[in-house]
């Protein structure tokens, strides 16, 4: 069984950073498409942007040359670096891990941006 735990999440103002990270249990992460998604409230999931084992990474245009998507293999961690925040970009950001045909979430960390 994989397990995600995210952190990172806070209350910021517009305009700083945060960094979250998702620490991945197991030993076959490098081989993982990971993901972040998040989801506002009253609005459906989105992706927010994905990795995938080659470091082809992928983003959703309203998060393009803000935030960057990163993972370090070693330590089995995915970060999503945040810069520039708005509070459009208030929502809970849940780490995902997929496989072949299996995806795993981790439990969500709430991000909030104030204006």
């Known amino acids: 069984q994989v397990q995600l735990v995210e952190s990172g999440g806070g209350k910021v103002q517009a305009g700083s950073s945060l960094r979250l990270s998702c620490v991945v249990s197991?030993?076959?992460?490098?081989?993982?498409?990971m993901g972040w998604y998040r989801q506002a409230p009253g609005k459906q999931r989105e992706l927010v942007a994905d990795d995938t084992p080659g470091g082809i990474t992928n983003y959703t245009d309203s998060v393009k040359g803000r935030f960057t998507i990163s993972r370090d293999n070693a330590k089995n961690t995915l970060y999503l670096q945040m810069n520039s925040l708005k509070p459009e970009d208030t929502a809970v950001y849940y780490c995902?891990?997929?496989?072949?045909?299996?995806?795993?979430w981790g439990q969500g960390t709430q991000v909030t941006v104030s204006s």
């Open positions: 995902t891990f997929r496989l072949i045909r299996t995806t795993y």
């Open positions: 197991g030993s076959i992460f490098r081989f993982a498409i």
